[in-house]
């Protein structure tokens, strides 16, 4: 059984901090990786998509991949109200041939002024 | 907006009821997969199709369950004899084979209840 494990939180920062998200997987031919916000009630909204090990920023994002320790992150800095929701990893399962996603339970985030 | 639409948005059933969903990919988009979410958990994946070929299904998938792609653009996903277990909330997702990230872009869901 492929997963994908995330604290469920939830993560409570103050405005302006930096919030942290983790992710591990399991699957080690996964090859694309996924985070996603979600608002209650609401679909997934991709946030950040990262391929290699390092780090890819992207405005107040950044998502971190370290493949041999099979782990992703995603930092938000300066924090807003926002910015509350709740944060899935996905990650792609890597024998298909296409982009069939293993979800995390995903983290709930919560800013408070 | 990502582009992807699905129909109804809500939808509330009895139990034994068939339920019938739809979605619209974004138009140039020749992948398509169904997922479904509970309250507190992630999507699962249920169905993929590229372009009308539906090339995997997941055990999630009973018999109760069908999906089409009849021409490669809208695809349905069909509950018969609902159960209060179904209870959730269906999305559809496409995405475009050959890019380099191939990300996949979610439709706003329908949520079924079942009673």
């Known amino acids: 059984q492929k997963e994908v494990e995330q604290n469920s939180g939830p993560l409570s920062v103050p405005e302006g901090a930096i919030a942290s998200l983790n992710c591990t997987y399991s699957d080690r031919g996964s090859q694309s990786f996924f985070w996603y916000r979600q608002y209650s009630g609401k679909s997934p909204e991709l946030i950040m998509s990262?391929?290699?090990?390092g780090d890819k920023e992207d405005g107040r994002f950044t998502a971190q991949l370290n493949k041999a320790s099979q782990y992703v992150s995603l930092l938000i800095r300066d924090s807003q109200p926002s910015d509350s929701a709740t944060y899935l990893c996905a990650v792609n399962e890597g024998s298909g041939g296409y982009n069939k996603l293993i979800f995390g339970a995903g983290t709930r985030l919560a800013v408070h002024p | 907006d990502t582009g992807v639409s699905q129909d109804p948005r809500h939808k509330i059933t009895k139990r034994g009821q068939n339920v019938t969903f739809r979605c619209d990919p974004i138009s140039e988009h020749n992948r398509l997969y169904w997922y479904r979410q509970t309250l507190g958990q992630g999507p699962e994946f249920l169905t993929y199709f590229q372009n009308e070929a539906q090339l995997e299904k997941s055990r999630l998938l009973s018999d109760r369950f069908s999906a089409e792609r009849p021409k490669g653009s809208f695809s349905t996903l069909e509950i018969q004899r609902t159960e209060q277990g179904d209870s959730a909330m269906y999305l559809c997702?496409?995405?475009?084979?050959?890019?380099?990230?191939?990300?996949?872009?979610f439709g706003p869901g329908t949520r079924l209840l079942v009673l």
């Open positions: 997702a496409s995405s475009l084979r050959g890019t380099s990230d191939e990300t996949q872009y």
């Open positions: 990262i391929y290699s090990n």
